[in-house]
Structure formats: structure tokens, C-alpha cells
């Protein structure tokens, strides 16, 4: 059975970092396109970064470079989503997911976390 639990999420004031975790288990993280969507509180779920199998190329969503990085560690079957220069714009639901990548976005969903809360205070 395939899960993935994030962690990592909490309450932080403007300027600060957060660490995302993904702990994956059935399913290697090498193996799949890894990805992290987030939804704020009376909006769409929007994709945030994702990382590719094999290569480890990673995308992050234009509007979060240089703040946000994706990353994994092949070894602890886990995927990371470090956040930086958190604003309050960044509160949400953060989630990960696995499933196909196809250029910029994750075009299919085969598995989803449960997700972790974030929220930035001004």
C-alpha cells in the first residue's frame, strides 16, 4: 500500500523557513514524479514544485523561485519542499503527491498525502 506523510508544517512569522518532509512507503521516490501543491483557504489546489524520477530535475512554479526548492534523499524515501522568505500569501494546506510529470506540471495524480498546515503571521 502506497503512503506519503508530510510533516514539517507550523506557524511562522513573515521572513521566516519552513522544511517540508514527504515520507514515502510501497512506491521509491526515485521511481515516481514526486510533488508538492499547496491550497489556501478559499482557493483552487495549486501545484507548487516537483521533482522527476531518475534525473532528479526539479520545477518550481515561477512565482515561488528563489524562495522555494524541492529536493529528495533517495535513501530515507523522502521528499523535501524547503521554504524560505515565507510571506503570508504562503497559508495553506501543503501537499505532496505522486504520480506522472509532464514538463511544468504534474499531469496525473496517483497518490496524495494528507497534507500539513502552514501558516505565515504578518
Known amino acids: 500500500q502506497v503512503q506519503l506523510v508530510e510533516s514539517g508544517g507550523g506557524s511562522v512569522q513573515t521572513g521566516g523557513s519552513l522544511r517540508l518532509s514527504c515520507v514515502v512507503s510501497?512506491?521509491?521516490?526515485?521511481?515516481?514524479?514526486i510533488a508538492w501543491f499547496r491550497q489556501a483557504p478559499g482557493k483552487e489546489r495549486e501545484g507548487v514544485a516537483h521533482?522527476?524520477?531518475?534525473?532528479?530535475?526539479?520545477y518550481v512554479t515561477d512565482s515561488l523561485k528563489g524562495r522555494f526548492a524541492i529536493s529528495r534523499d533517495n535513501d530515507k524515501n523522502t521528499a523535501y519542499l524547503q521554504m524560505n522568505g515565507l510571506k503570508p500569501e504562503d497559508t495553506g494546506m501543503y501537499y505532496c503527491?505522486?504520480?506522472?510529470?509532464?514538463?511544468?506540471?504534474?499531469?496525473?495524480?496517483?497518490?496524495w498525502g494528507q497534507g500539513t498546515q502552514v501558516s505565515v503571521s504578518s
Open positions: 521533482i522527476y524520477p531518475a534525473t532528479g530535475a526539479t
Open positions: 510501497g512506491y521509491r521516490v526515485s521511481h515516481t514524479c
Open positions: 503527491a505522486a504520480g506522472v510529470c509532464q514538463g511544468w506540471k504534474m499531469s496525473k495524480v496517483d497518490y
